[in-house]
T-cell receptor, first 111, second 113 residues
Framework: EDKVVQSPLSLVVHEGDTVTLNCSYE??????LLWYKQEKKAPTFLFML????IEKKSGRLSSILDKKELFSILNITATQTGDSAVYLC???????????FGKGTRLSVIA | DGGITQSPKYLFRKEGQNVTLSCEQN?????MYWYRQDPGQGLRLIYY???????QKGDIAEGYSVSREKKESFPLTVTSAQKNPTAFYLC????????????FGEGSRLTVL
């Protein structure tokens, strides 16, 4: 059974801290791993990772994939209150397009 | 602008009533999906459709039904058989030209009284 496990499930940090969110996955025919940010309604796309060891970066956010260990991390440096959200990790089901999601990590950044 | 429109955004219903959530996209995407989100549960797949007039059950299809008569539209009916329908419902679509990500609507929050 395909599955995605995220940790921690929730996290509270102060502004300026650096955080690392974790995502492990099990899927028969891996194609990609995706990160989304969900604030109040629709998840918004952050990154798609397909190759091990290649960091994707967007501003203060970065992510990397380890296909050997079936693991990805999402780093956020110099956190701001606007980073408060649920961060979702997902991967396509084996042989098919629909994404299977982890339960998400709820990040709260306090001033 | 291209996108996915879900309606209504908020909906209340009494137990025993069916309710239909609308999802329309003008992205010319072939594939459309319905996910359910409960607190602390992430997103779980209800139904998906990869082409008009065809759809498949996802992980939690019981108590739900869908149709895909037009490429642009993928409505979801929450039937009275769904034992715990109060949730946040998200519709998404995917096109062949994408880099892999799904595009999501703004969601519909259903509360059963």
């Amino acid at each position: 059974e395909d599955k995605v496990v995220q940790s921690p499930l929730s996290l509270v940090v102060h502004e300026g801290d650096t955080v690392t969110l974790n995502c492990s996955y099990e899927v028969t025919n891996f194609r990609s791993l995706l990160w989304y940010k969900q604030e109040k309604k629709a998840p918004t796309f952050l990154f798609m990772l397909t190759s091990s060891g290649i960091e994707k970066k967007s501003g203060r956010l970065s992510s990397i994939l380890d296909k050997k260990e079936l693991f990805s991390i999402l780093n956020i440096t110099a956190t701001q209150t606007g980073d408060s959200a649920v961060y979702l990790c997902a991967t396509p089901h084996s042989g098919n397009t629909p994404l299977v999601f982890g339960k998400g990590t709820r990040l709260s950044v306090i001033a | 602008d291209g996108g996915i429109t879900q309606s209504p955004k908020y909906l209340f219903r009494k137990e025993g009533q069916n309710v239909t959530l609308s999802c329309e996209q003008n992205l010319n995407h072939d594939a459309m999906y319905w996910y359910r989100q409960d607190p602390g549960q992430g997103l779980r797949l209800i139904y998906y459709s990869q082409i008009v007039n065809d759809f498949q059950k996802g992980d939690i299809a019981e108590g739900y039904s869908v149709s895909r008569e037009k490429k642009e539209s993928f409505p979801l009916t929450v039937t009275s058989a769904q034992k715990n329908p109060t949730a946040f419902y998200l519709c998404a679509s995917y096109g062949q030209g994408n880099t892999g990500e799904l595009f999501f609507g703004e969601g519909s929050r259903l509360t059963v009284l």
